[in-house]
């Protein structure tokens, strides 16, 4: 303004002289000092779009906090009073991961407002001395065709040359920030850091995980296992991210107070994996495991994986405490009983146990026995005689029915041929039922010719494995 008042006063006086002048001085300095003034009011714009919006950022980024830290506390309560109603996106670590951040974000909107209030500061001075500067040359164009104007008035301009050459580069902004000292931001000022904000209920046991860690998940139609980070919160729910920097939104949740876990793989299983079974809206109607899988209606099992057997027992009993049931492996197998197993055991085939193939989906049955002795059949068909082996009677004494000769011959009252005897009764063979269940039919064995009735010796009886008695004939 000074500059501006000295300028005035004295071109009024040598108005007349300047006209010829000034045409000359339009078609050479005003076009600098026009294009000078673009850049104060590009300027000017610059500061009202840049830091005038990022300050209204920030106001709404608070205001934004300030909303997801209320709906944090709600979350909590509920979580306390009613932790069964708790969703996947009112869970207290889903709710705190967003408030953290939040929080992130408006520091970064209040770290981008300072550093822009503090580019402007720097750029507003380094504009003010660039516009005293420019004023400074087009003052000496001017001057220099000044001075070919009117000699007259060179002390008049000399003069004011020397006023503008004295004026101080930084006087203006100087004076402004002696006039407003509170609208300036202290350039040493430290930016501020997420780790050190402090907000509301971060230390809160339900916002803390149970156990986080790296799980593999099979895909339900590839069949395929994918690695991922899982988070296992108080709240009852497993959650999966794409990696250990926790996202906003979960990637997978699964509500285990309403699944049933799955036992854990054997220790000499190939690989450490155990089963969840449920619906993922965290509904479920008990089904086994085994039936699950089959995917039928809206229930689905979930297959996951550890890297060892230590991390899939961790997993498996911390989750043990959330879900609403979980399955254990029984070791112990029941003994086999009955006449099959007794066979296969005489045989001299493996059991169970040391074959080392369980059984578990199979039924075990008990075999009662029989009541009373194997059916007999007889017919009046007859059978060709089969020859003995001598060698087979020793020991065993033997009834036989009576040929239809011997018969004859007893009718007529002929003695019967020496070695020839009458048995005292008729004794039918019982007949037994092959493998495939085919009777043996009753056959008629005639005495050999040295065959003595007073050598017989008594019946002796035995006892079939179903309870019957029969005499033995063989």
């Not at 076009?31 to 709404?60: F, S, W, Y």
């Not at 203006?172 to 997420?194: C, G, I, Q, S, V």
């Not at 029941?334 to 001299?348: D, H, K, L, N, Q």
Request: hydrophobic share 35%.
């Amino acid at each position: 303004q000074d500059i501006y008042s000295d300028i005035r006063d004295k071109t009024r006086a040598v108005a007349d002289e300047h006209a010829n002048l000034g045409r000359t001085i339009d078609g050479s300095i005003v076009q600098h000092l026009q294009k000078l003034r673009t850049e104060i009011q590009a300027h000017i714009k610059n500061i009202q779009n840049d830091t005038g919006k990022l300050a209204i950022n920030v106001a709404k980024e608070r205001e934004f906090s300030t909303r997801l830290i209320t709906d944090l506390s709600a979350s909590i309560s509920s979580f306390k009073s009613t932790p069964m109603a708790v969703t996947s996106k009112t869970d207290p670590y889903v709710a705190n991961a967003a408030v953290i951040h939040q929080l992130t974000k408006q520091v970064h909107e209040e770290n981008l407002l300072r550093n822009s209030i503090l580019a402007m500061q720097q750029n507003g001075a380094n504009f003010e001395e660039a516009i005293v500067r420019a004023l400074q040359s087009a003052w000496q164009t001017y001057d220099e065709w000044q001075g070919r104007t009117n000699a007259a008035i060179a002390g008049t301009h000399t003069a004011l040359s020397a006023h503008v050459a004295r004026l101080p580069p930084d006087r203006e902004w100087a004076a402004f920030r002696a006039r407003h000292p509170d609208h300036l931001l202290d350039p040493a000022t430290p930016a501020r850091d997420p780790v050190a904000v402090v907000s509301p209920h971060r230390a809160d046991p339900s916002v803390a995980p149970v156990r986080t860690g790296l799980l593999e998940r099979k895909k339900r139609f590839t069949r395929a296992y994918r690695e991922s980070f899982f988070v296992l919160t108080p709240a009852g729910f497993l959650h999966e991210y794409a990696s250990s920097a926790a996202d906003r939104e979960p990637l997978f949740s699964l509500f285990l107070p309403m699944c049933t876990l799955g036992p854990p793989s054997a220790a000499t299983a190939a690989s450490h994996k155990f089963h969840i079974e449920g619906r993922k809206d965290g509904t479920t109607t008990g089904d086994t495991i085994r039936r699950s899988l089959r995917l039928r209606g809206g229930e689905h099992a979930w297959s996951f994986r550890a890297r060892s057997r230590e991390d899939m027992i961790g997993w498996w009993d911390d989750m043990s405490t959330l879900c609403a049931r979980h399955l254990v492996a029984s070791d112990h197998q029941g003994e086999r009983r009955g006449p099959v197993a007794a066979a296969v055991r005489a045989a001299g085939y493996l059991s169970e146990e040391t074959d080392g193939v369980g059984s578990s989906g199979e039924d075990e049955f008990e075999y009662a026995d029989a009541e009373g002795g194997p059916p007999s059949y007889t017919h009046d068909m007859e059978m060709d005689k089969k020859t003995r082996d001598p060698s087979t009677d020793a020991g065993v004494t033997v009834e036989h029915r009576p040929s239809k000769r011997q018969q004859e011959k007893a009718a007529e009252g002929h003695l019967p041929h020496a070695g020839e005897a009458h048995p005292p009764h008729d004794v039918e063979v019982p007949s037994l039922h092959d493998v495939k269940g085919h009777p043996h039919h009753a056959v008629e064995v005639h005495p050999p010719a040295s065959y003595n009735p007073h050598d017989a010796q008594p019946e002796e009886e035995k006892t079939m494995p179903g309870g019957s008695r029969f005499m033995e004939n063989i």
